[in-house]
């Protein structure tokens, strides 16, 4: 498949933005949908709409074919031992808080430690701290390196015997630092702790194989990866999932209640209380489905060969500050200012050139101060973005920067 024609693919690239080609470059807010999942969802609704689970009509049947199914192609898309490791959610946040929120309180208390990175979105940082505070637990940070990565030798010396839980981000949302899970895994497991991985970045854009990685748990969202929102993922380890009880009560969920106790099923449908979405869980299947024919290797390569284009034009800006490491040890995205300028008064601008980025503090307000930024301007790519997208990009900023020269001048 030549990835340099499958923008067709996706239908919304096709209109214009503001009078001119529309230059998508906020995938890692949420990516853009082809044709495929886009019609497998509508299918679902046309052919196949109805409870999943309980039903014994043979629609019934055939949408929860449909739900599970969706459940084992995650679990091989991920290189999950069962589909039974996975746990349908709203997204990597929910799915974050599930983990905090049930096991957490078990895991830690008083004296405890839990161990995360100033990179972290908030939905990885939140829950922890949170956690630490309700527990008297203590919540620290490994050390960002100037060029925001990670020292294992930093990671050693934070991770103690009293570290109960580890939680990073696979890929920075803001540096696109790409992190050494792997290895970080191995010495909190050394240590007897929980490995949580954030995924949101990382398992739309390269191979990701939880046994390679051997984390405990791995949180990711559909609609990063081309599918559907408000759907997401939590895997993890059958043994885990097994001691966490679930947070949502209701249908579904039950194996029996009685007047004064009730018992629940097993995992991971004891996570999944009440009607579920079942058309994203469909709609992340064919995402999956999608992803996998194109795969992940050249999706991952070809995002090298845009990022590696983009950093050395975006480099020869002046005044451009760029945040993070290199090319060589970044994923798909660039987070940079222009000296002066405010980032969403330069997001504005590039709108009117039909270029979409991110202004803000990407949900990483400790990560901005660390920066010495109260904000940044963000642009990310996806497998359907080309070379020209790139030309855009610096073009558009080229005219941003003449343009608020001569206002301030």
């Not at 109805?50 to 290189?79: P, S």
């Amino acid at each position: 498949m030549n990835l340099r024609d499958i923008r067709e693919d996706f239908p919304i690239l096709s209109q214009p933005m503001n009078g001119k080609r529309l230059v998508y470059l906020d995938s890692a807010a949420t990516s853009q949908k082809p044709l495929p999942v886009i019609e497998r969802i509508a299918r679902y609704y046309r052919e196949e709409n109805a409870n999943v689970h309980r039903g014994v009509y043979a629609l019934a049947a055939k949408a929860t074919d449909a739900y599970e199914g969706a459940r084992e192609k995650v679990a091989r898309f991920i290189g999950a031992a069962s589909a039974d490791e996975i746990v349908f959610t709203r997204g990597t946040t929910e799915s974050l808080n599930l983990v905090a929120s049930s096991l957490g309180g078990r895991l830690v208390s008083e004296g405890d430690e839990i161990v995360i990175t100033p990179m972290e979105h908030h939905s990885n940082l939140i829950p922890w701290q949170q956690l630490a505070i309700a527990n008297g637990t203590t919540l620290k940070y490994i050390s960002l390196q100037k060029d925001g990565t990670l020292d294992l030798a930093d990671v050693e010396e934070t991770i103690t015997d009293r570290t109960k839980i580890v939680a990073v981000a696979h890929i920075s949302n803001v540096l696109g630092t790409i992190n050494p899970v792997r290895e970080i895994a191995a010495i909190a497991h050394r240590h007897g702790a929980v490995m949580v991985v954030d995924g949101a970045q990382s398992v739309p854009h390269q191979p990701v194989d939880v046994k390679e990685l051997d984390c405990d748990f791995l949180a990711f969202s559909g609609h990063k990866m081309c599918g559907p929102t408000g759907i997401g993922v939590l895997y993890g380890k059958r043994r885990w999932l097994s001691e966490m009880e679930p947070i949502y009560y209701g249908g579904e969920m039950i194996e029996v209640v009685e007047r004064y106790r009730s018992t629940w099923k097993e995992s991971p449908w004891r996570f999944e209380g009440g009607t579920p979405n079942i058309a994203g869980a469909v709609g992340l299947g064919a995402a999956v489905d999608y992803l996998t024919e194109i795969g992940m290797d050249a999706i991952q390569g070809r995002e090298q060969e845009l990022i590696r284009l983009a950093m050395e034009r975006l480099e020869e800006i002046p005044e451009l500050e760029i945040y993070g490491p290199d090319a060589g040890h970044r994923a798909g995205l660039v987070t940079f200012n222009l000296k002066g300028v405010h980032p969403h008064d330069v997001a504005t601008v590039l709108d009117a050139e039909g270029v979409a980025i991110r202004a803000g503090h990407h949900c990483a307000q400790p990560l901005m101060r660390e920066l010495g930024a109260a904000a940044t301007a963000r642009a990310s790519f996806y497998f359907y973005n080309t070379e020209e997208d790139v030309d855009a990009l610096v073009a558009a900023l080229m005219k941003a920067k003449e343009f608020f020269t001569h206002a301030v001048g």
